[in-house]
C-alpha cells in the first residue's frame, strides 16, 4: 500500500496520515517534518531550506525528491508508505511516478482532503506543537490538556515560525498555484479519492479508513 495524501495547508494531512499509519501499520514520510529536523540541526539539508520554510515557499524539488529516493529504500517502506506533504509539484509527482515504475512498485490511491478557506486558516494560526515529540495540538480544537504544556513530554507547546497568519496566506497562495494542478494529475490517472475535510477528526478518518479497507486484498 503506498498512499499520498494531498491537500492545503492546515487541511490535516498530517493529522489523517499519522492515524492511517498507525491503523495500518504503515510508514509515514511527512517532508515538512524531515526538513524541520534538518533545520534544527543545521546540517546542509537544512541550511539549504531554511529559507524558504521561514517564508512559506517550497523547497527546491531536487532537494525533496532525494529526500523521498533515500526514504522509499528504507527497509520499514517495504511493507507500504503513506507520503503526507509530497508531491507539491507535478515535476515531483512524475519523479515519484519513475521511482516507484523503477522498483516496481505502484502508487494505491491519493486522498484528496479539501477543507475551507477560512477553516485553513484557523487550524493553522492556532496549531502547537510540541518541540521534543512533534504532537500537534490546537489552541481551540484540540487544546493540551495541561497549560499549554504537551500532554506527553510536559514541556510548553510552540508555534511553527511559518504559523503566523502573513506566512500562512503566502503558503496558501503557493498551494494554489504549484500545488492545487496535482489534484487534476491524479484524476486523469483515476486515483484521486475527494475526502470532505471540514468535519471531525475521527469523523474524516473513519471516512479514509473505509476506502482503505475497500481497497485490501480480499474486498
Ligand atoms: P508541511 O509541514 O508539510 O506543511 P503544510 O503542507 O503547509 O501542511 P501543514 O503541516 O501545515 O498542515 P497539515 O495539512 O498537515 O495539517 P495538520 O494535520 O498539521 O511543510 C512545511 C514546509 O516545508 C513547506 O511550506 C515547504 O517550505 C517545505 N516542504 C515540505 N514538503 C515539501 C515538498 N514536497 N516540496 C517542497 N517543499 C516542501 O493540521 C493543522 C491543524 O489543524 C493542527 O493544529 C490540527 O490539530 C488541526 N486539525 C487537523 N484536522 C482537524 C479537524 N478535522 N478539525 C479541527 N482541527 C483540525
Known amino acids: 500500500?503506498?498512499?499520498?495524501?494531498?491537500?492545503?495547508?492546515?487541511?490535516?494531512?498530517?493529522?489523517?496520515?499519522?492515524?492511517?499509519?498507525?491503523?495500518?501499520?504503515?510508514?509515514?514520510?511527512?517532508?515538512?517534518?524531515?526538513?524541520?529536523?534538518?533545520?534544527?540541526?543545521?546540517?546542509?539539508?537544512?541550511?539549504?531550506?531554511?529559507?524558504?520554510?521561514?517564508?512559506?515557499?517550497?523547497?527546491?524539488d531536487d532537494l525533496v525528491i532525494d529526500i523521498i529516493e533515500q526514504r522509499i529504500e528504507r527497509a520499514n517502506c517495504k511493507r507500504g508508505f503513506l507520503l503526507d506533504g509530497f508531491p507539491r509539484t507535478i515535476e515531483q509527482a512524475k519523479r515519484l511516478g519513475k521511482m516507484l515504475k523503477q522498483r516496481n512498485r505502484a502508487l494505491s490511491e491519493v486522498f484528496y482532503i479539501k477543507v475551507e478557506e477560512k477553516q485553513l486558516i484557523r487550524r493553522l494560526t492556532g496549531r502547537r506543537i510540541c518541540p521534543q515529540c512533534s504532537k500537534l495540538y490546537h489552541i481551540e480544537f484540540n487544546p493540551p490538556k495541561r497549560d499549554e504544556l504537551c500532554d506527553i513530554c510536559h514541556i510548553p507547546v510552540v508555534q511553527r515560525k511559518d504559523d503566523s497568519p502573513e506566512v500562512v496566506l503566502s503558503r496558501l497562495e503557493v498551494y494554489r498555484q504549484k500545488t492545487e494542478p496535482l489534484v487534476k494529475y491524479y484524476q486523469k490517472k483515476d486515483m484521486l479519492i475527494p475526502v470532505e475535510g471540514n468535519g471531525k477528526v475521527d469523523e474524516i478518518f473513519r471516512e479514509i479508513s473505509q476506502k482503505i479497507d475497500g481497497f485490501l486484498p480480499g474486498n
Open 1 to 60: 500500500m503506498i498512499f499520498i495524501f494531498l491537500g492545503a495547508p492546515g487541511s490535516g494531512k498530517g493529522t489523517q496520515a499519522t492515524l492511517t499509519a498507525e491503523k495500518y501499520r504503515l510508514t509515514q514520510i511527512c517532508t515538512g517534518d524531515i526538513l524541520r529536523e534538518a533545520v534544527q540541526r543545521k546540517d546542509a539539508l537544512g541550511l539549504k531550506a531554511a529559507d524558504y520554510m521561514t517564508a512559506g515557499k517550497l523547497v527546491p
